[in-house]
């Protein structure tokens, strides 16, 4: 019965598919450029999905959902969710390359991160939707510290994705529930492990946040991800983690502590396939008091200049890509938080 799973799943991500998505009684289905589409015309028995779950630790009777790993014939490895569906098993997996993709090659502002990633201390958030790629920057990101630095690189993920070999840095890599209870816990003891760079793989609640911050304070580069859609979404969320008595406190540390922001999504490129479209946020000089007094507005509008690169936001991304033809207008213009700017820059003004 196993069989059938990975048979799939090779299936899948041979013809390019980001996802596969399983249920029992239904057909399987794929995500290939954003777009959901059957895999075939047999739908699955629900012993099959019953005996994968087996196979990921999971009872399919009593367990609700769980995120973990898995390895298909050949050593291909996924990033699996499992969950169920008005009573029936389903499951998600997503392919976990095997080779980490360098940031140039993913359309990354490579002197940008290079520059935070060589910060002895601080905060770095990767933000953006389910499925934009934080992983695979935060990944290119530790890679190319790998092969550059010497750094103790303790990550704490949800599961495991990418695997490093040994560079010129160390790496410790634990998962949630395999080497660790939580995220909490885990970035507590791994201030005691002698590192210089923590990957917290989300920010999940308060504690996490509390401890990220208190990590980056004490001398370490926390990078870490967010579900948020832009520069300032993100930092409303991080903000609104805290009620209204510590914020103020919360503001001060982050303002002094955070590095940089960047947020993804994914868009469909003119050329076919899909492109990463960016918003970032390097904190110094007065964004620093803007983030203290919870400033958003100004925050905002200083993305939105063009007076220095280590700023962008989504609409001047998108105006830029369509500009260079990476990108078809109508899809710049459904995909800009705000259409009228994106047609007001297209235009040339200001």
């Keep these: 019965m ?37 895999l075939g015309n047999h739908t699955l028995e629900r012993e099959s999905l ?37 009573g029936n098993l389903c499951s998600v997996l997503r392919p976990i390359n095997d080779e980490v993709p360098c940031m140039k090659s993913l359309g990354l502002p490579t002197d940008l991160i290079q520059n935070w990633m060589r910060q002895n201390s601080g905060i770095i958030i990767v933000s953006g939707p389910t ?23 303790v990550t704490i993920e949800d599961p495991i994705e990418y695997l490093f070999s040994n560079q010129l840095s160390y790496f410790s ?7 660790t209870t939580s995220f909490a816990s885990a970035l507590r003891a791994s201030l005691r492990q002698s590192p210089d760079i923590i990957l917290l793989g989300e920010i999940r609640d308060i504690d996490t946040a509390k401890t990220a911050l208190q990590a980056a304070e004490t001398g370490h580069l926390v990078v870490t991800t967010l579900h948020s859609s832009g520069v300032t979404d993100t930092l409303d969320r991080i903000i609104h983690l805290f009620g209204e008595n510590s914020r103020a406190a919360l503001l001060k540390l982050l303002s002094q502590h955070l590095v940089g ?79 009228q700017d994106f047609d007001r820059l297209l235009r040339g003004i200001k």
């Design 173 to 179: 890599q634990r998962e949630l529930n395999s080497d």
């Design 2 to 38: 196993q069989d059938i799973i990975d048979q799939l799943a090779a299936e899948a991500f041979a013809s390019g598919a980001t996802d596969l998505f399983l249920c029992e009684g239904e057909i399987p289905r794929v995500r290939i450029n954003g777009d959901i589409q059957a």
């Design 261 to 339: 922001i960047i947020s993804q999504q994914l868009v469909p490129c003119k050329q076919g396939g899909q492109m990463i479209a960016l918003e970032h946020l390097q904190n110094e000089a007065a964004t620093r008091t803007w983030i203290r007094d919870n400033d958003l507005t100004k925050i905002s509008d200083h993305i939105n200049r063009e007076d220095n690169s280590a700023n962008c936001s989504f609409v001047r991304y998108l105006v830029a890509a369509v500009e260079q033809g990476y990108l078809d207008q109508d899809i710049g213009r459904q995909t800009a938080p705000n259409a």
């Design 131 to 153: 499925g934009s790629g934080k992983s695979t920057t935060i990944a290119s990101a530790l890679q190319w510290v790998n092969e550059s630095l010497a750094r103790h690189i």
């Design 50 to 86: 019953a005996n994968f779950w087996q196979t990921c630790n999971t009872d399919p009777i009593n367990d609700l959902e769980k995120d973990t790993s898995y390895v298909i014939p050949g050593g291909h490895r996924l990033r699996v969710n499992l969950y169920k569906s008005l």
